[in-house]
């Protein structure tokens, strides 16, 4: 299998040989005072890099090279700046466009972005009006961001995040909509990486932590994989996807993704091995001071040996180890029962004393109010349909 990952003119130039406009100037009297302009599109990755560095809750699904790999896969990706009256970046959001076939519209999505200081409600009011001019410039049905930011944290007791809070309603007042298509994990479970290995490893359930030293007794190793290991992290991942019943999308995809993220420095592999054969593997993504588990997999052969377990420690231990201060589990059930799809994959994080971390989720502005209820609400019911009338 091949990966299809684009040369490297494709990871310089985002927007291709499109013509880069500037947006107009805009009269908002409660523009934020620490803004003077307004979005302006970054044409350089290293730029672009230098602006999400110097903002608070920046995302790897922010970064050019998430950009330059969805652009190859349908989308075309604008990575906007705001400039604060000293030029200092106030905000920034990688929104990517994707037209919609036979229709003279497009949707946008700003996957785990904007990233400003939301602590500034007068920039939050500006970010999000620049949002809202770009989607009627960009003759978008609607655009969809999902801010990392918690509205909430732990579980039993859960502790409100005031400044999550105060940014659902500020969407909601500014005619924002929940999404009902949630792209992203809205929950989530974060360790914290500051305490040392020891303290880490004690404050696990104890049932994990034997897990983890059973592994290691059973003779699992970890080793990092290289680019050439891709193919066969496909392949578990395909077996692990048909076992847990979840839609996984074409080899491709993911051989581009995982290649051009390790290619950029993003991202890493690992691999639990039994007398050389691959059991598991994890795909984390490094971005700033986090680090995240976005993929895993793993096979039927030699499950009683427990590599999942080893696994996830030691891809702690080296997110610790590059000066993470935050290890992601990426993905935690909507609600806390037994019913819920992610319940399972939840009690086995859930062993590494992380704390839940509920954040505001996907929200919609609709650009074009009915065409949106079209595409959101009457498109889906006709297909839900559709599929009903062939099964009967």
Same mark, same amino acid.
């Given at each position: 299998?091949?990966?299809?990952?684009?040369?490297?003119?494709?990871?310089?130039?985002?927007?291709?040989?499109?013509?880069?406009?500037?947006?107009?100037?805009?009269?908002?009297?409660?523009?934020?005072?620490?803004?003077?302009?307004?979005?302006?599109?970054?044409?350089?990755?290293?730029?672009?890099?230098?602006?999400?560095?110097?903002?608070?809750?920046?995302?790897?699904?922010?970064?050019?090279?998430?950009?330059?790999?969805?652009?190859?896969?349908?989308?075309?990706?604008?990575?906007?700046?705001? =400039?604060?009256?000293?030029?200092?970046?106030?905000?920034?959001?990688?929104?990517?466009?994707?037209?919609?076939?036979?229709?003279?519209?497009?949707?946008?999505?700003?996957?785990?972005?904007?990233?400003?200081?939301?602590?500034?409600?007068?920039?939050?009011?500006?970010? %999000?009006?620049?949002?809202?001019?770009?989607?009627?410039?960009?003759?978008?049905?609607?655009?969809?961001? /999902?801010? *990392?930011?918690?509205?909430?944290?732990?579980?039993?007791?859960?502790?409100?995040?005031?400044?999550?809070?105060?940014?659902?309603?500020?969407?909601?007042?500014?005619?924002?909509?929940?999404?009902?298509?949630?792209?992203?994990?809205?929950?989530?479970?974060?360790?914290?990486?500051?305490?040392?290995?020891? *303290? %880490?490893?004690?404050?696990?359930?104890?049932?994990?932590?034997?897990?983890?030293?059973?592994?290691?007794?059973?003779?699992?190793?970890?080793?990092?994989?290289?680019?050439?290991?891709?193919?066969?992290?496909?392949?578990?991942?395909?077996?692990?996807?048909?076992?847990?019943?979840?839609?996984?999308? %074409?080899?491709?995809?993911?051989?581009?993704?995982?290649?051009?993220?390790?290619?950029?420095?993003?991202?890493?592999?690992?691999?639990?091995?039994?007398?050389?054969?691959?059991?598991?593997?994890?795909?984390?993504?490094?971005?700033?001071?986090?680090?995240?588990?976005?993929?895993?997999?793993?096979?039927?052969?030699?499950?009683?040996?427990? =590599?999942?377990?080893?696994?996830?420690?030691?891809?702690?231990?080296?997110?610790?180890?590059?000066?993470?201060?935050?290890?992601?589990?990426?993905?935690? =059930?909507?609600?806390?029962?037994?019913?819920?799809?992610?319940?399972?994959?939840?009690?086995?994080?859930?062993?590494?004393?992380?704390?839940?971390?509920?954040?505001?989720?996907?929200?919609?502005?609709?650009?074009?109010?009915?065409?949106?209820?079209?595409?959101?609400?009457?498109?889906?019911?006709?297909?839900?349909?559709?599929? /009903?009338?062939?099964?009967?």
């Amino acid at each position: 299998m091949v990966s299809t990952a684009g040369n490297p003119t494709d990871r310089d130039q985002l927007t291709g040989s499109r013509q880069l406009y500037q947006p107009p100037t805009i009269n908002d009297s409660r523009r934020s005072k620490t803004t003077t302009s307004p979005l302006q599109l970054v044409t350089s990755a290293a730029e672009w890099q230098q602006i999400l560095h110097a903002l608070p809750y920046a995302h790897a699904l922010q970064s050019w090279t998430w950009g330059a790999f969805k652009a190859r896969w349908g989308w075309s990706a604008q990575p906007w700046w705001l =400039p604060a009256a000293d030029g200092a970046p106030a905000a920034a959001a990688l929104v990517l466009k994707r037209k919609l076939p036979r229709l003279p519209f497009s949707i946008l999505y700003v996957p785990k972005g904007p990233c400003l200081s939301y602590a500034d409600a007068p920039l939050r009011h500006t970010m %999000l009006a620049e949002l809202e001019r770009l989607a009627r410039r960009e003759k978008a049905i609607f655009i969809k961001i /999902d801010p *990392d930011v918690p509205v909430s944290r732990g579980l039993e007791p859960e502790e409100p995040d005031t400044l999550g809070q105060a940014l659902r309603t500020q969407l909601g007042q500014r005619g924002w909509r929940f999404s009902s298509s949630q792209i992203q994990f809205r929950n989530t479970v974060e360790l914290d990486l500051r305490p040392p290995e020891a *303290d %880490l490893l004690a404050a696990m359930k104890q049932k994990t932590r034997y897990n983890v030293r059973l592994a290691g007794r059973k003779e699992v190793v970890v080793r990092a994989g290289i680019s050439s290991d891709l193919p066969l992290l496909v392949r578990m991942y395909a077996e692990t996807a048909a076992r847990d019943n979840f839609t996984v999308r %074409l080899p491709a995809y993911y051989l581009d993704a995982w290649a051009a993220l390790l290619q950029d420095g993003l991202g890493h592999l690992l691999i639990a091995e039994y007398d050389h054969q691959p059991l598991a593997a994890v795909f984390l993504v490094k971005f700033a001071n986090r680090a995240i588990y976005m993929y895993g997999a793993s096979g039927e052969q030699e499950r009683q040996r427990m =590599p999942n377990y080893l696994l996830q420690w030691e891809a702690i231990r080296w997110a610790k180890a590059q000066g993470c201060t935050v290890y992601d589990f990426w993905g935690a =059930p909507d609600e806390f029962t037994e019913s819920d799809p992610l319940w399972g994959v939840w009690r086995f994080k859930a062993g590494y004393n992380g704390q839940v971390v509920r954040h505001v989720g996907a929200w919609d502005y609709p650009a074009r109010p009915f065409w949106y209820w079209a595409y959101a609400v009457m498109i889906p019911r006709y297909l839900n349909f559709l599929r /009903d009338k062939q099964s009967t």
